[in-house]
């Protein structure tokens, strides 16, 4: 029975992983280079917008969700060796990447989604919206998906684990 549930645990935390990376995905690829197109116009757009939700609600919710799920999957599943530390380096990732981007990306935000946006220089804007590129989707989004990879391996081996046990009985 325990196996069982630390295999489900693994690819439920797998597939979380999967949901955030997309949500990381989304923001690098669409949100950013629409925030930045047109400085500063363009974020006054943006802010108006992101009024009722932004990308912030997504992840607020779903990190820390992600980072629970790990930590039930490496509790339940700790007599398995292999499985526990792939789950342990997939989340020390997953909180780096948070931590940099709490460092990083959120003294950031204050300037490009102020209010007081147009009355900023252009340079100081652009400067804010380098970090944003940098680091949420060239740093960001790679080490999300080494973290991913982690816990694939684990979910994958978990489940041959589960598979081997089973068949020798």
Same mark, same amino acid.
């Given at each position: %029975?325990? &196996?069982? /549930?630390?295999?489900? +645990?693994?690819?439920?935390?797998?597939?979380?992983?999967? !949901? #955030?990376?997309?949500?990381?995905?989304?923001?690098?690829?669409?949100?950013?280079? @629409?925030?930045?197109? &047109?400085?500063? $116009?363009?974020?006054?757009?943006?802010?108006?917008? +992101?009024?009722?939700? @932004?990308?912030? @609600?997504?992840?607020?919710?779903?990190?820390?969700?992600?980072?629970?799920?790990?930590?039930?999957?490496?509790?339940?599943?700790?007599?398995?060796?292999?499985?526990?530390?792939? #789950?342990?380096?997939?989340? /020390?990732?997953?909180?780096?990447?948070?931590? %940099?981007? !709490?460092?990083? =990306?959120?003294?950031?935000?204050?300037?490009?989604?102020?209010?007081?946006?147009?009355?900023?220089?252009?340079?100081?804007?652009?400067?804010? $919206?380098?970090? !944003?590129? +940098?680091?949420?989707?060239?740093?960001? =989004?790679?080490?999300?998906?080494?973290?991913?990879?982690?816990?694939?391996? $684990?979910?994958?081996?978990?489940?041959?684990?589960?598979?081997?046990?089973?068949? $020798?009985?």
């Amino acid at each position: %029975m325990r &196996d069982r /549930l630390s295999e489900l +645990l693994t690819w439920t935390t797998f597939s979380l992983g999967v !949901f #955030v990376l997309g949500g990381a995905t989304l923001e690098g690829m669409v949100y950013l280079p @629409n925030w930045f197109h &047109d400085i500063p $116009s363009s974020l006054v757009t943006a802010r108006e917008f +992101l009024a009722v939700r @932004n990308p912030g @609600n997504f992840f607020q919710l779903f990190v820390p969700a992600l980072v629970v799920l790990a930590l039930a999957t490496i509790a339940i599943g700790w007599h398995r060796r292999k499985v526990r530390w792939a #789950v342990v380096v997939g989340l /020390l990732l997953l909180v780096a990447a948070e931590i %940099m981007t !709490f460092k990083l =990306v959120y003294p950031n935000i204050r300037i490009v989604l102020s209010e007081d946006v147009m009355t900023r220089s252009i340079a100081e804007i652009q400067q804010a $919206s380098q970090a !944003f590129f +940098l680091w949420g989707f060239w740093v960001r =989004v790679p080490l999300m998906v080494v973290a991913l990879g982690c816990f694939l391996y $684990s979910a994958r081996s978990m489940t041959a684990l589960r598979a081997t046990s089973t068949g $020798s009985r």
